[in-house]
């Protein structure tokens, strides 16, 4: 998905910048960059980094930048922040963001002003190239933020940085965070809360939906108040949120503790011990094991010495096999066991039935299956949870239009969202049998809510039951 940080500092904020943004990583595998701004302008750096972190990738960059302003970020798609030279001036630009009109967009801007776009490798644009473009449209930077958020069709946050400082804007909808910090010599603006406390800065706001700030050393100003509505995204605290972050002032950690005791409330089966799939399912699995008095276990360890969050190819088959390669089993744990696992999801099914497979090849007797969110019947329009071509890779669609003889209409899958449904209960039970599990059951969305504890109508539920 992508995730990013910027500083306004008194003094030198490179060092800030450069931890505040290594703190990102676990939301991108593929590009990072960071800009800084000071005395000699604007300097840049941009690093793949599918095969080594950020920390060693931009070590030696930081050693010759030098700026009060900075900002930076954690990508899994496009090259940024960029660099941009407009009627604006010149500013420096990085996005947190899924386009969905991108077409649209590019041929309204090719048509009324001859515009044009950089293709990328894979023959995509852009989306921050894209962002500047709409940000451009208009003769005042603030206006151009405004039009840039509001064009979009899906969700766009961004950070700007000029030589007036850093302007940072959350999604019009609030989809993804941005969240100010501040301490005595500056401030800054992070996608990720947790990314500034071990640097000094305090709490200061979280911006609201469509709220557009502007940091310097010396403060932060409001240049556009937030709206009432917001759809923030559940699945930051289900599985893209690190444990210890805070998003509309509600705990990941502490929400995955209630997710996980909620689900063994509603269970009848009796296990021997309760584990996580780690790490993705392991927090919810210590909130079933605190509730239901099961014992929780770490029946397989992932091996991450020499296996970095970041290398992770992007085929899917190489990815299967080296998401297996990192687990390795705690034998003495597993044999004769009846255990039940809870991971974050299940998405297409490949890596979670290879894992049971995994389970009963050393010893296990039983393998329960308790995934943390309900099943995902549509592929996500606002973040980039997913680039797959097609909702069909969802192991639901695919059971789903199997049992459907290929006539899956919007009214069928409500019918399949329904947790007291009868096709929801054949679902299951279909999946079950395909992944080859003991049993399966999947966490009711009214659960979920409950355990995240926002008003429902302020969270994105559109993966589960295809409302916003």
């Not at 930051?236 to 509309?248: C, F, H, K, Q």
């Not at 209630?258 to 993705?280: E, F, L, N, T, Y």
């Amino acid at each position: 998905m992508g995730g990013f940080f910027g500083v306004a500092a008194k003094e030198d904020c490179v060092f800030d910048l450069f931890f505040g943004i290594d703190y990102h990583s676990h939301l991108g595998t593929r590009r990072a960059g960071m800009t800084v701004y000071g005395k000699d302008g604007f300097n840049r750096a941009i690093h793949n980094i599918e095969n080594a972190p950020f920390r060693t990738k931009f070590d030696k960059d930081i050693q010759s930048m030098h700026g009060h302003y900075g900002i930076g970020c954690i990508s899994d798609y496009e090259p940024q922040p960029l660099l941009v030279r407009s009627h604006h001036g010149t500013y420096s630009l990085t996005t947190v963001s899924k386009i969905n009109n991108t077409e649209e967009l590019v041929g309204k801007l090719l048509e009324t002003n001859h515009s044009h776009f950089l293709e990328m490798s894979g023959g995509d644009i852009n989306a921050t190239e894209l962002v500047a473009s709409l940000i451009n449209q208009k003769e005042n930077l603030i206006e151009g933020i405004k039009y840039a958020l509001e064009s979009v069709d899906g969700s766009l946050s961004l950070l700007l940085m000029n030589e007036h400082g850093i302007y940072a804007a959350r999604d019009c909808k609030g989809r993804t965070p941005v969240v100010i910090g501040h301490k005595d010599d500056g401030f800054c603006a992070s996608f990720e809360s947790f990314a500034y406390k071990n640097l000094g800065y305090k709490d200061y706001k979280e911006l609201g939906p469509g709220e557009i700030v502007v940091i310097n050393a010396n403060k932060c100003q409001t240049l556009s108040n937030p709206g009432t509505k917001m759809k923030i995204c559940t699945f930051l605290w289900i599985y893209y949120g690190y444990p210890s972050s805070s998003y509309e002032g509600i705990s990941v950690e502490a929400m995955r503790y209630r997710c996980g005791a909620m689900m063994a409330k509603r269970d009848s089966v009796k296990p021997d011990i309760v584990a996580g799939v780690p790490d993705s399912g392991t927090a919810h699995a210590v909130g079933y094991a605190n509730e239901s008095g099961v014992p929780f276990s770490r029946p397989f360890i992932k091996y991450t010495p020499t296996w970095p969050r970041s290398f992770m190819p992007t085929i899917q088959s190489q990815r299967n096999l080296i998401a297996k390669m990192k687990l390795l089993a705690v034998e003495e744990l597993i044999r004769d066991k009846s255990l039940l696992l809870i991971d974050d999801s299940i998405v297409r099914g490949t890596q979670l039935r290879e894992t049971t497979e995994y389970l009963f090849e050393s010893g296990a007797k039983e393998v329960h299956i308790r995934p943390a969110c309900p099943p995902l019947l549509y592929g996500c329009k606002y973040l980039n949870f997913s680039r797959s071509s097609s909702e069909m890779d969802l192991i639901t669609r695919r059971v789903i239009d199997r049992l459907e003889n290929g006539n899956v209409t919007d009214e069928i899958l409500e019918e399949y969202a329904n947790p007291d449904s009868e096709k929801y209960k054949i679902m299951i039970e279909e999946i079950r049998k395909e992944l080859k599990f003991t049993s399966l059951a999947f966490n009711r969305l009214d659960d979920m809510l409950e355990a995240v504890g926002l008003d429902p109508d302020n969270c994105c539920t559109y993966c589960w039951n295809g409302k916003e």
